[in-house]
């Protein structure tokens, strides 16, 4: 079980356990709006660059207890500020991403700051409604994970 939960920029040194968790078949299933392909690792090194370089992204790695078990970060889409989060399949059920969702929104205050999930993915919806994020509303787009348009749930805390 992980006892502390803390933040911290992310390093180049953990670039290959990140890859490792986003390939994780069951955790793509879950997260929906996947990389096109989850094993193409220049496609995942191009997209970290991008967003590392971004100013306008907070990118952070998730400690459990000291070792990377996941990310979590902010960024700008079309205006808004939203949120997304990845924790390593081993630790689900932890409450890891509940406390790493309350330590970057301790650091990331702009308000309103948007978050998504796939409709179906009913623990990241309990995780974003316990920090106080409301449902606002669905989409449905694409999702590669799945190969299939499906629902989202657009979420927002005010």
Do not use: C
Request: no cysteine; proline share 3%; glycine share 8%.
């Amino acid at each position: 079980m992980i006892g502390e939960v803390t933040l911290r920029g992310v390093e180049d040194a953990d670039l290959d356990v990140l890859f490792e968790f986003m390939r994780d078949p069951e955790a793509v299933w879950m997260a929906a709006f996947t990389a096109k392909d989850p094993d193409d690792r220049e496609a995942f090194d191009a997209h970290m660059r991008k967003i590392r370089a971004n100013p306008e992204t907070f990118n952070q790695v998730i400690l459990g207890d000291g070792v990377v078990v996941g990310s979590i970060a902010s960024f700008v889409l079309e205006g808004d500020t939203e949120i997304t989060y990845w924790i390593d399949r081993a630790v689900w059920g932890q409450g890891v991403a509940g406390r790493a969702v309350a330590l970057l929104l301790e650091r990331v205050t702009v308000r309103p700051l948007h978050a998504r999930a796939a409709s179906d993915n009913a623990a990241s919806l309990r995780v974003l409604t316990r920090a106080g994020f409301k449902p606002v509303g669905t989409d449905t787009g694409y999702a590669a994970a799945r190969k299939a348009e499906i629902e989202e749930t657009i979420l927002v805390l005010s």
